[in-house]
């Protein structure tokens, strides 16, 4: 049984930074991608980004030349590095895998992680 578990997320005020960490046990990790997904109160489950098991890269529009994606295969390790933040970045982020290449949809994912709460003020 694949399990993730994140951390880093916090309060940070506007313009700030936050790196998150996906932790992935239970299955051959560098076979799996990763991807990451935010969920603010009243909205949908939306994507932020995704690495491959060959660390290419995929990022949502609205995040993309501020958050990077990377992987430490050693430490079975997914982190999030997020710079420039903004309010509209609230949200409860969480961390997902499937085996095959990137994709977008939530649904195409099989495990997560429990999430963790990521806190902007302007």
């Known amino acids: 049984q694949v399990q993730l578990v994140e951390s880093g997320g916090g309060s940070v005020q506007a313009g700030g930074s936050l790196r998150l960490s996906c932790a992935v046990s239970g299955g051959t990790f560098s076979r799996y991608t990763v991807g990451w997904f935010r969920q603010a109160p009243g909205k949908t489950r939306e994507y932020v980004g995704a690495?491959?098991?060959?660390?290419?890269?995929s990022y949502a529009d609205s995040v993309k030349g501020r958050f990077t994606i990377s992987r430490d295969n050693a430490q079975n390790t997914v982190y999030l590095q997020m710079n420039s933040l903004n309010p509209q970045d609230t949200a409860v982020y969480y961390c997902?895998?499937?085996?095959?290449?990137?994709?977008?949809?939530?649904?195409?994912?099989?495990?997560w992680g429990q999430g963790t709460q990521v806190t902007v003020s302007s």
């Open positions: 997902a895998a499937k085996l095959g290449g990137i994709l977008r949809s939530p649904a195409a994912y099989n495990y």
């Open positions: 690495i491959g098991w060959g660390s290419s890269s």
